[in-house]
């Protein structure tokens, strides 16, 4: 089993910044990819930005060159730099990890999500 804590929701304007943490634990040596993915009201949930084992990162096309997506040496934290935030970025975020071990079934793990909100 894979816990997910989240933190570094919350209220900003237009233009500005937030960086989303997301800590993994427990079962944490079979993640092979995590990221972070967004649900806006009324809409279903969107890959925002995803990083595997090997390093490979990708971006959704709304978030290119605005957000960033890090992880530790560990592999135990990921990180969300959002710059020049818009109102259409408002959304729940939530954290995913994706587990896999020889012979077993691939699993998914989501955080509790942390709201987003820009206002204009």
């Known amino acids: 089993q894979v816990q997910l804590v989240e933190s570094g929701g919350g209220l900003v304007q237009a233009g500005g910044s937030l960086r989303l943490s997301c800590a993994a634990s427990?079962?944490?040596?079979?993640?092979?990819?995590m990221g972070w993915y967004r649900q806006a009201p009324g809409k279903q949930r969107d890959m925002v930005a995803t990083i595997t084992v090997g390093g490979t990162i990708d971006y959704s096309d709304s978030v290119k060159g605005r957000f960033t997506l890090s992880r530790d040496n560990a592999n135990n934290e990921v990180f969300l730099q959002m710059n020049s935030l818009q109102p259409e970025d408002t959304a729940v975020y939530y954290c995913?990890?994706?587990?896999?071990?020889?012979?077993?079934?691939?699993?998914?793990?989501w955080g509790q999500g942390t709201q987003v909100t820009v206002s204009s």
């Open positions: 427990g079962s944490i040596f079979n993640i092979k990819l």
């Open positions: 995913k990890a994706v587990t896999v071990q020889p012979a077993g079934p691939w699993r998914d793990y």
